[in-house]
Each structure stands twice: as C-alpha cells, then as structure tokens.
C-alpha cells in the first residue's frame, strides 16, 4: 500500500470543529498514516494565532511583565480548553496546561514556549484520531547554529518505524544543548518533509486554507490563474520571494527523494491542488512564465571601482566584511567595473548598513560607493522562459510603459527566474505590469 504524510497548518487546526474535519479528511483515506500538526492559527481575520501568543507571554516573561504574561497565557488556555469541549474529549488540558506554564515560568525559554501550540495541536488530533503521538524531540535535531542535522532522518526513520500511524508536532525538535528548538516560523512544512521523506512517503500533502499555488498573489491581481503543477526549483523560487504557501526550505528532505508535494484545501477537500514534482516529471507549461511574486524590504550597496573585473579576489574581500559581521546576502549583480549587494532589511538593523558601507570604504577603496534602501525584489519564474527568445524583452517593456523604474536585474545563467529590484512603493504595480503581460 502507498503511504502518505499529511500536514496540518493551523487554520486546520483552529478551533475544535475544523480539527474533526481534518481528522474526516485523515480517515478517509487510509494511506494517510503519518499526520504533522501546526499550532492552532487563526480562526477569523484580527484573531491572534496561538504560536503569536505563546511568543507573547515568552516577550511579557523575559521583560518580568507578569501581569501581561498571565493575560496572555489565559487566551491560550481558553483556546485548548474550549478546542477539547468542542472535539467531546476530557484530555486534562488544565493540568497539562498548568504544568507548562510552570515551565515558562521556570525559565524553560523562548522556544520551548513557541512549540506548546505544536504539542498540544498533536496531543489533540492524536486522541481524536486514536493514533500514537510521537514528540518531534524524539528525531529532529538541529546543531549548534540551529541548523537540521542529517542524522535527523535516520533517527526519524528509526523512531517512526515501530508506529504504523503516528501524530507528530511540527515545527520544533532538539537543540544541541539538549533544549527544545524551534524552525523559523511557518517551519511545521519542514517537519512534514523530513517525516514524509523518513518514512518513505509516495506522496507529502500539505493541507492549508486555498486551493494550491496561483500565478501571483490574489491580493495584488484579481483571481489569478491557478498553477495545477510546479517543480520543486520553481515552488522554491515562488516561495522564497513570497508565496505564501508553504516554508521555501521545505522541498529539501523530499526533493532528494523525489517525493511530490500536493497543497490540499482542507476546507475543499474536493479540489485537486497543486503538485510539485521533480522538474523532469513536470508536464510542460503552456506559459512562458510559471508565477511572478514579490517581497519588499531589501536594501541594494552598490560598489564602483575601475578595473574590477581583473582585480583577483576583489569579491572576496568585499563578502569577507559581510561574514564578518555574520550577514548574508541575496544577490549579487555585478558589471565590468561595478558590483551590488542586495541584503534583507533584516539583517540591517541598527546601523550595520552604514558600518557595512564605512569598512567597504576603508579596506575595499571603491572609486564610488552608494545606497538604495527599501526595494522590493520581484521575481518571473518559469522553466519555460529557458531558451524562449524575447521573454525579458517584453517584461521590461511591460514594465516601462507601466511608468516602473528599475533599480536593478538579476538572471541566471539557468533562465529560471528574472530578479527585478524596485521601489517599495512599486511591489504591486510591478506584480500587475508582470502578470498582465504574461497571462
Ligand atoms: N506555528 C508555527 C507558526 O505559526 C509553525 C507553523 O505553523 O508551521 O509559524
């Protein structure tokens, strides 16, 4: 028989009644063995997803905010507890509950707070569907910089073969100081993939609130085209830039194994979804362009400097102030005599932009050296823009007569995806010129 892993997000696993349609959705197919549960999200617009609250009074906690962190655990505790009235199961959650805040207050730390939604999520679907809980602590690892160890899926294959059916929590595993550690957020889909590939899955469904991928984010193009397949380079294109869907790193573990993903619709179960398989077994696409998305938020550090193209090590030494100062980069578009660093405004916090541009200056000596912050990137993305002469021809002019200046491009020898860099104020209207043009 085949097997497959199910994912829950947490707009699955919201509220008590959305958790037993997940749990029908489980029972109706008997290949679905192994489930992975998020934490439980939000249940309407302006809800508080519960992982947010548990970051919450982890924040009112650290800031000795005793009165804030009780209010705030009390809506987790209304939560779970109004979630195990709503399934008409008696799971003492008061006790556990209890018994975890106590924890916390103990000092158990920010991330074993954060993962309280996950276990929980998982003790609660486990008991609605009689299935063995299995804690993610018992196979993933992370190492000292909080990177997944690959001995993760051995151990996850070891553990998981004594349970023919399991319900795990996702999103957090052991740290190398023996303490919970969590994903970076969104990071339930990881878990899906590393027990999917663990168990030799046919088939990864990740189940979430829409009907798969579409060429570009519904909030910024009205009903745009749904995609009904992808390839794992595209979807993690799409996602990094900001496709909502699912976590960019989670086609790693079943890329190498070549398992499919499909993104299911828990509340249409009926629909197809989208799947994402290896590039070879995609069909091909009857559009030049496969998506277009966008992020916001980067900031560009251009370099000038005469002769650059023949100075051995010259980009060396410029990407060795950037580890220095343990930031990493994006893209890196470069001319004859000229290069940029485009870096996430994340990494740019309290002035490390201009330490960055004063040591460029001091060890680098750039004949010219200038800033651009707050750039949107977009990206055009499609294995069938390859060897398709005059795509970039008429995104460009697209873009030109929607009246959008571009501050910078980016193209991959692989002819993957197009990387534009605009204003922040032009994200949307770049998306439209894009879509527009190709669909
Ligand atoms: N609950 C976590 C979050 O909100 C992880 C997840 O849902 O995958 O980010």
């Known amino acids: 028989m085949e097997l497959k892993v199910c994912k829950f997000g947490g707009t699955s696993m919201a509220d008590g009644n959305i958790i037993l349609s997940a749990a029908n959705i489980i029972k109706a197919d008997a290949e679905r063995r ?49 979630i195990e009235k709503e399934i008409g199961k008696d799971l003492g959650m008061q006790e556990a509950l209890n018994l975890v805040e106590r924890e916390i207050l103990a000092g158990a730390g920010r991330d074993y707070c954060a993962s309280r939604g996950e276990y929980f999520a998982a ?46 929590p996702g999103f957090y595993g052991l740290g190398a100081d023996g303490k919970v550690k969590t994903f970076s957020r969104g990071g339930g889909d990881i878990s899906g993939a590393i027990v999917a590939r663990a168990v030799k899955a046919s088939l990864y469904e990740n189940w979430t ?36 869907v699912l976590h960019s790193e989670s086609i790693f573990p079943v890329r190498s194994a070549g398992i499919p993903i499909r993104i299911c619709n828990t509340f249409r179960p009926e629909d197809k979804g ?18 277009v998305a966008g992020k916001k938020d980067f900031s560009v550090i251009s370099l000038e400097k005469s002769m650059m193209n023949s100075e051995i090590g010259f980009v060396g030494k410029v990407l060795a102030i950037l580890e220095r100062h343990g930031i990493s980069f994006e893209h890196l578009p470069s001319g ?41 990137l977009i990206a055009t993305v499609g294995h069938g823009m390859a060897k398709n002469v005059g795509t970039s021809a008429r995104l460009f002019k697209a873009l030109s007569e929607a009246n959008i200046n571009v501050i910078m491009i980016d193209q991959g020898s692989s002819e993957l995806n197009i990387i534009v860099g605009v204003d922040n104020e032009d994200c949307a209207a770049c998306i439209q010129a894009i879509y527009h043009e190709f669909f």
């Open 34 to 82: 192994y489930v992975v549960v998020s934490a439980p999200g939000k249940r309407f617009s302006g809800d508080v997803k519960v992982t947010d609250l548990l970051y919450q009074c982890s924040d009112a906690f650290e800031s000795n905010d005793l009165a804030t962190f009780e209010t705030t655990f009390h809506k987790i505790r209304t939560r779970f507890t109004n």
């Open 123 to 168: 003790k609660i679907m486990s008991a609605v569907l009689n299935r063995p809980f299995v804690d993610a602590t018992e196979f993933v690892r992370f190492d000292e910089d909080c990177v997944l160890k690959e001995e993760t899926f051995a151990l996850a294959s070891e553990v998981l073969s004594r349970y023919p059916e399991a319900v795990i």
């Open 209 to 244: 609130d829409v009907s798969g991928f579409y060429a570009c984010d519904p909030r910024i193009v009205d009903s745009p085209k749904w995609i009904s397949e992808l390839s794992y380079q595209e979807l993690r294109e799409l996602s990094y830039m900001g496709a909502n």
């Open 274 to 291: 989208t799947f994402i398989v290896k590039t070879d077994k995609r069909k091909p696409s009857e559009n030049v362009v496969t998506g």
């Open 336 to 376: 004859i005599d000229t290069m940029s660093l485009v870096i996430d405004n994340i990494h740019l916090k309290d002035g490390a932009l201009e330490t960055l541009v004063n040591e460029i200056k001091t060890e680098i000596h750039p004949d010219r050296i200038y800033t651009h912050e707050n750039i949107a």
